[in-house]
């Protein structure tokens, strides 16, 4: 099945986004951050981090569902690029959240940023989205996380750090084998490995990340992807500017 139906669509469409799940559903249980311990065997989590467009992940939530797959969608809440807290935004998360997913903040601490001071510079945003959802928000992952976060892996009380040590293996030097396979589509790229070169029958464990702006119904590279993206957020700046003068 591997051979067969690799390279048959677009890259970073979302044809080749159900193909993918659909590759790791025969070979991997997907499960929830929530239901993986230190006994669990095997198993794929799945992460979709937003960026650019909560449009687009409400999109890929809704292909999900179709697939019959839980996953967790992370939010920026300081983001110059969406807005997570207005009415549209926190209507599509709603969604999202209704359709079975999870929402967690996707946060992204400024650089100079102390290890002392982060617990509760995530605690605070995690207040402000569960303030504004209207539900709890129970993980967290980082945006770009400095080495330092990662090594530590960074603890607080009831919630799931995505980068907890149950779901990534952080190394300075990578080893031979590595407990739990990370991939991710950072930048439009699978700069840890293009998912579909892998024979998941020999994995255990597997983080999958994606970033939903990246997907498309053509999908394509990355230039021509920005292209539709900016295209998609210009109608929408349009449209609100155009509701609040008329």
């Given amino acids: 099945f591997q051979k067969i139906n690799k390279g048959l669509y677009n890259m970073f469409s979302y044809n080749e986004f159900k193909n993918l799940i659909n590759m790791v559903q025969q070979n991997l249980p997907i499960v929830d951050y929530k239901d993986v311990n230190d006994n669990t065997k095997k198993f794929c989590v799945l992460r979709h981090d937003i960026e650019f467009s909560i449009d687009r992940a409400y999109k890929l939530a809704k292909i999900e ?11 920026q809440v300081r983001n110059n690029t969406y807005n997570a807290l207005s009415e549209k935004n ?6 999202i959240k209704e359709l079975g997913h999870h929402i967690g903040l996707h946060q992204n601490p400024p650089s100079s940023m102390k290890l002392d001071t982060l617990k509760d510079y995530i605690m605070r945003d995690i207040t402000i989205l ?23 892996y960074v603890e607080l009380d009831n919630r799931i750090n995505c980068y907890d040590k149950k779901f990534f293996h952080f190394f300075e030097d990578k080893p031979e084998s590595l407990e739990i396979l990370y991939l991710a589509d950072s930048n439009h790229k699978w ?14 464990k597997l983080q999958l990340l994606t970033h939903p702006f990246s997907w ?15 295209r998609e957020r210009n109608d929408e700046l349009v449209n609100s500017m155009n509701t609040e003068t008329n």
């Avoid at 700069?191 to 255990?204: E, T, V, W």
Wanted: hydrophobic fraction near 30%; glycine fraction near 8%.
């Fill in 65 to 75: 569902k179709e697939l019959g797959v839980v996953s967790t969608y992370t939010v």
């Fill in 216 to 230: 498309s119904d053509n999908g394509g590279d990355n230039y021509g992807n920005f292209v539709t993206l900016i």
């Fill in 191 to 204: 700069k840890y490995g293009y998912p579909l070169d892998f024979d998941f029958s020999k994995i255990n």
């Fill in 130 to 152: 569960e303030d504004c959802y209207g539900f709890e928000i129970d993980r967290f992952a980082f945006h770009r996380p400095k080495k330092e976060y990662l090594n530590c």
């Fill in 90 to 95: 926190i209507d599509l998360i709603s969604k």
